[in-house]
């Protein structure tokens, strides 16, 4: 995980007004407004690296509402298109998006079939190594 997050932290692009990282008290706010605990890895992730902006896909945000990735507006958007409500929305690819399971597995829901696909990643870090930093 430190190597993944080293990685990300040197790939980090310069952005005009760059995002901040949440608290925690920022993250017991978040799962009292989707009314569900967050996985522990998706809120290490939040914690540690949800400020990198990098490549084309763009992960989940915690600090600014007013962000078009903040996580309880993409969970209302993904949760009201069929991503099943236990799942926690990680990140928005088009019509498909990247949901963790309570376990802390990541799945691939298909906005065409509106279903998880058979893609899978063991941990929010893995699908980072595997899908993000490969975008």
């Known amino acids: 995980m430190e ?6 932290r040197e790939l980090n692009e310069p952005v005009p007004v760059p ?6 008290d920022l993250l017991v706010e978040i799962e009292e407004q989707l009314l569900i605990n967050l996985p522990f890895e998706l809120r290490e992730f939040l914690l540690k690296v949800s400020d990198v902006v990098y ?5 989940v945000t915690a600090s600014d509402p007013q962000s078009h990735t903040y996580l309880p507006e993409v ?6 298109q069929g991503v099943p409500r236990d ?5 928005q690819a088009g019509r498909d998006y990247y949901v963790v ?4 597995q990541v799945l691939l829901w298909s906005g ?13 870090w893995h699908w980072v190594k595997d899908v993000w930093l490969e975008s």
């Open 19 to 24: 995002l901040e990282l949440p608290d925690e």
């Open 87 to 91: 799942l926690v929305p990680l990140c």
């Open 55 to 59: 490549g084309s896909l763009e992960p």
């Open 101 to 104: 399971d309570i376990e802390g």
């Open 75 to 80: 969970a209302a958007v993904a949760w009201d």
């Open 112 to 124: 065409d079939s509106g279903d998880l696909s058979d893609e899978s990643w063991d941990s929010v």
């Open 3 to 8: 190597d993944v997050i080293e990685q990300l």
